[in-house]
């Protein structure tokens, strides 16, 4: 699980820019549709003549075209719009750029789906720009609410957290180790599944076979880098490449 490093906010999500704030107080005002969902103005919004919204555009950018929480390549049709703090608890986040990060269907649908801390239940969380309009129980402040309020029963946040603080990755038997609470919390959710670890098995046979086969580290790594440009992980395939890497350096693997 990479760190990564959150962009600004496109213009449309910008609270800075007045005529940005004052739609998105609009958006909050009218935010469910006639069948009582919350409008996703995260897709069909800020695309200025363009087909795909600068929203999502700027998600895919922030995170490399990879799902924050798995890693895997994703492009537009792919990709998810994830609520960290999800939607449907916390519905005056729903347009908040620090709360949207970029997911697989996969990771957003089924591992995360409707997670949320317990800490915050029955917490009413806006946005400042809604502080007067709004009837709240608390301000959205990111760095307080991870901090102090759901510290110990919350999923990583990739661009809050360092991942590495939380949690680490066993190449040998392809699984990660928890180091606090909410790397426990994040496993459960999104790596204790078998059929991660048997997709994270062949991986590892996989880059196995490079560094045995190849003539040089150069060339394998050559390799592992372009099947992460096309199938994403990279954060566990430079684990696995660096491990077996390291395995046939000290003569504890051969070519068979």
């Not at 609520?83 to 649908?109: E, T």
């Amino acid at each position: 699980m990479n760190k990564i490093h959150r962009l600004p906010p496109p213009a449309c999500l910008d609270n800075q820019i007045q005529i940005s704030k004052n739609k998105k107080i609009q958006f909050y005002e009218n935010l469910w549709d006639n069948n009582g969902k919350i409008q996703p103005r995260w897709n069909t919004t800020c695309k200025k003549g363009g087909k795909v919204s600068k929203i999502r555009q700027t998600l895919l950018e922030m995170s490399n075209e990879a799902c924050v929480y798995c890693g895997i390549k994703i492009d537009n049709t792919d990709m998810d719009v994830d609520h960290f703090l999800p939607s449907s608890q916390f519905p005056y986040l729903a347009y908040c750029w620090d709360n949207l990060l970029p997911s697989c269907k996969r990771c957003n649908q089924n591992s995360k789906s409707s997670f949320f801390p317990k800490s915050l239940t029955g917490t009413k969380i806006v946005e400042n720009i809604l502080s007067e309009k709004f009837q709240y129980d608390l301000i959205y402040d990111k760095a307080h609410i991870l901090k102090f309020i759901a510290k110990n029963d919350r999923l990583i946040e990739p661009t809050f957290d360092n991942p590495e603080e939380h949690l680490e990755f066993n190449p040998e038997f392809y699984f990660y180790e928890s180091k606090t609470k909410i790397g426990d919390f994040t496993i459960r959710q999104f790596f204790s599944q078998k059929e991660v670890a048997e997709d994270w098995e062949g991986l590892s046979k996989f880059i196995k076979s490079l560094i045995v086969n190849s003539q040089d580290e150069q060339a394998a790594l050559n390799m592992v880098k372009s099947y992460i440009q096309l199938q994403g992980k990279e954060y566990v395939c430079l684990k696995f490449y660096q491990y077996w890497l390291k395995e046939k350096q000290e003569g504890r693997i051969d070519r068979a």
